[in-house]
DNA sequence: GTGGTCTAGACCACA
DNA sequence: GTGGTCTAGACCACT
């Protein structure tokens, strides 16, 4: 499981919904596998249970993740159809990064070298 | 000069913060030159003055600017010397996007390609 | 039979109910005619034997199906006299309906032409 | 303002957003005006005021309103571009009642004519 | 003043 | 047991 950090400038549910994609990503949770009880992850992160919600509810609404109630919540099947709004707004957010390791001194070519590592290595 | 977009989940402040760095890292401004003022920018954006001194005090605290009190904002030069913590941040933002990119179902060479454009002409 | 769908906003037995709704609205179970016994649509559904029981006594309550202990569930005669509180609540619902669509930029001529058609066709 | 009923089957936050959809609908608020704020609201309908939050958010989510933090909430300016989904769902409901409506034993004809009266009438 | 987040603890319907 | 909703009351950042 992943770590809070309470000093973060992100919100802890904010925190929880990017560790669980993480470990969907990752494959530690293949689809349709249950995720733990809204009550033990709040036990297990010291968080209120409120909290817990919150961060599900919003991973359900980006599709990652659907509710079963009286069940549990589930991991979705990583969908087929490519939604073109969300991946414009991933490549915004490396164009950003990636304007301010040019204006913070970084040559092209390091940039470049170092991106096209971490994709072929799927990211990591 | 940039516009807010008020609906906008960013704060105020925040978009004002990003939108002067853009406006540095693109040359609009360039080393020492002097911004606008408190006043005239909170005229200029029809948003209250606190918020855009708000907005200077973390562009200073961030090393993009620096204040000359009685004279205004000036823009810093580029840090010569590389914040390691501050790239590996940026390296680690992109890398998270790419991971998520690849979860979607975009393919390595897809992303690279795109990637590799976007970083030839310097973020755009 | 219908279908479920787990990963539906709708509880279960309220699927239940609404498919069994649908099949003697359709013509698919006649008035007097037997329906499955609990056991049975439980191992058909895959659902817990309480869920349809529960199903089956809402049904009751509205007056679709009536229960003969020992016998089993069977099709009421639909209601000769028409509850007027149950239909003002359904043209409500298709009031609100309409509201909305009209307030989302269909035209009153759209919307007439559209539910025209579905109600001629037997809301199809 | 609208009444809730703390009786209904509906839950208060989702009553709330019904409440506010049907004024804006109605054009008791026009497009950028300041909904009351969270705690004038949660004071009003002596409803806590997370519950209304929920409301709001809710709300912002569907594209109803928007939300300026420090500010408030205001409505959205009904969308030019109309949203298919979201009117299949309405299409979808009018025909589950008016399937009912025939199954209670009212006559095509009949439910022909309230409902184009009620169309013709904007919905009322 | 505004909305945004969080905790603590409770009750409900559903499976 | 599960998630869904609600209350009460608190603190925060932003305008």
Redesign the pocket.
């Given at each position: 499981m992943f770590q809070l950090d309470l000093k973060s400038k992100k919100?802890?549910?904010?925190?929880i919904v990017d560790g669980i994609k993480a470990m969907i990503i990752s494959g530690e949770y293949s689809a349709d596998e249950k995720?733990?009880?809204?009550?033990?992850l709040s036990a297990q992160l010291?968080?209120?249970?409120?909290?817990i919600?919150?961060a599900?509810?919003a991973l359900e609404q980006q599709g990652w993740i659907y509710?079963?109630?009286?069940?549990?919540?589930f991991v979705s099947e990583s969908a087929k159809t490519i939604d073109r709004a969300q991946t414009a707004h991933l490549f915004d957010n490396i164009a950003n990064s990636v304007k301010e390791l040019l204006y913070l001194g970084l040559s092209i070519e390091e940039i470049q070298k170092i991106v096209d590592d971490m994709i072929m290595k799927g990211g990591n």
């Amino acid at each position: 499981m992943f770590q809070l950090d309470l000093k973060s400038k992100k919100s802890i549910y904010e925190q929880i919904v990017d560790g669980i994609k993480a470990m969907i990503i990752s494959g530690e949770y293949s689809a349709d596998e249950k995720l733990p009880s809204v009550r033990d992850l709040s036990a297990q992160l010291t968080v209120n249970p409120n909290t817990i919600q919150k961060a599900f509810k919003a991973l359900e609404q980006q599709g990652w993740i659907y509710t079963v109630t009286g069940r549990g919540c589930f991991v979705s099947e990583s969908a087929k159809t490519i939604d073109r709004a969300q991946t414009a707004h991933l490549f915004d957010n490396i164009a950003n990064s990636v304007k301010e390791l040019l204006y913070l001194g970084l040559s092209i070519e390091e940039i470049q070298k170092i991106v096209d590592d971490m994709i072929m290595k799927g990211g990591n």
